[in-house]
C-alpha cells in the first residue's frame, strides 16, 4: 500500500507567476484534500474534492483552484502569486467524503513553495 | 477565527516525564478529535484519536483525556523519549457534515536526553 506521494518537494517562484502542485492519493482513497501550513502554524484548509467534484472550501480566493483525476490524483494550482503564499502545502486523503475516526486523514510530506 | 485553542506553544522535558498538551474547542458539533505528530520536513502523521462518547483512550504511551462538558482534550504521553520531540497538533471535525479538519496552532515538544 503506497502512501500520499507529493511533487515537487521544493519549489521557488517569483511574485505574480503561476504553479501547479501534484499529489497522488493513497491507494483505495477517494477523497484529497489539500491544507496550507505557514512557518510555526497548523494547517489551514484550503478545500477537499470528492469523486473529481469540489467538496467544500475554506476561507481561500479563487485565485486558488484545484482538479482531481479519475485516479484520484490531484493538483492544486495558485494563480498571481502574492509573497504570502509562501508556505508548506499538504495534500491528505481519506477512504470517504471527509474525515472520521473510521477514515481519517493521511497526509503527504507536502510542497515548500517558497515565493519572491 | 482560531476553532480550536492549543497549548502550551512549546514544550521542554526530561526523558521519563509525561508531557501534556491541551486543547479546547467551541463548535459542540465537532465529533472526531485527532491528534498528529510532525517532525521537521515530513507532513503530519496520524498519531491517535477519539471520539466524544468516550472520555479516555490510549494507545502504547499515548494517551487522550477528553472532558465533553468542558469541551477540552488533551495528550499525554508516558514515558517521553528523545525520539518524541516533534511538533504535536490537535484538531476537530464533524464528521457528518464538515469537510474541514480544523488543527490547533501546535505544540513545539523538546524530550531531553
Known amino acids: 500500500e503506497t502512501g500520499v506521494t507529493q511533487s515537487p518537494t521544493h519549489l521557488i517562484k517569483t511574485r505574480g507567476q503561476q504553479v501547479t502542485l501534484r499529489c497522488s492519493s493513497q491507494?483505495?482513497?477517494?477523497?484529497v484534500s489539500w491544507y496550507q501550513q505557514a512557518l510555526g502554524q497548523g494547517p489551514q484548509f484550503i478545500f477537499q474534492?470528492?469523486?473529481?467534484?469540489?467538496?467544500g472550501r475554506g476561507n481561500f480566493p479563487p485565485r486558488f483552484s484545484g482538479l482531481q483525476f479519475p485516479n484520484y490524483s490531484s493538483e492544486l494550482n495558485v494563480n498571481a502569486l502574492e509573497l504570502d503564499d509562501s508556505a508548506l502545502y499538504l495534500c491528505?486523503?481519506?477512504?470517504?467524503?471527509?474525515?472520521?475516526?473510521?477514515?481519517?486523514?493521511?497526509f503527504g510530506n507536502g510542497t515548500r513553495l517558497t515565493v519572491t | 477565527q482560531q476553532q480550536v485553542k492549543q497549548s502550551p506553544q512549546s514544550l521542554i522535558v526530561q526523558k521519563g516525564g509525561i508531557p501534556i498538551i491541551n486543547c479546547a474547542y467551541e463548535?459542540?458539533?465537532?465529533?472526531?478529535f485527532p491528534w498528529y505528530q510532525q517532525f521537521p520536513g515530513k507532513g503530519p502523521a496520524l498519531l491517535i484519536a477519539?471520539?466524544?462518547?468516550?472520555s479516555e483512550k490510549k494507545e502504547g504511551r499515548f494517551t487522550i483525556s477528553f472532558n465533553k462538558s468542558a469541551k477540552q482534550f488533551s495528550l499525554h504521553i508516558m514515558d517521553s523519549q528523545p525520539g518524541d520531540s516533534a511538533t504535536y497538533f490537535c484538531?476537530?471535525?464533524?464528521?457528518?457534515?464538515?469537510?474541514?479538519?480544523?488543527f490547533g496552532k501546535g505544540t513545539s515538544l523538546l524530550v531531553t536526553p
Open positions: 477519539i471520539r466524544p462518547d468516550v
Open positions: 474534492y470528492y469523486r473529481e467534484e469540489e467538496n
Open positions: 491507494s483505495g482513497h477517494n477523497t
Open positions: 491528505a486523503s481519506s477512504l470517504v467524503r471527509g474525515q472520521s475516526y473510521n477514515s481519517p486523514l493521511h
Open positions: 463548535n459542540t458539533a465537532f465529533d472526531y
Open positions: 484538531a476537530a471535525s464533524n464528521s457528518n457534515s464538515g469537510y474541514a479538519l480544523n
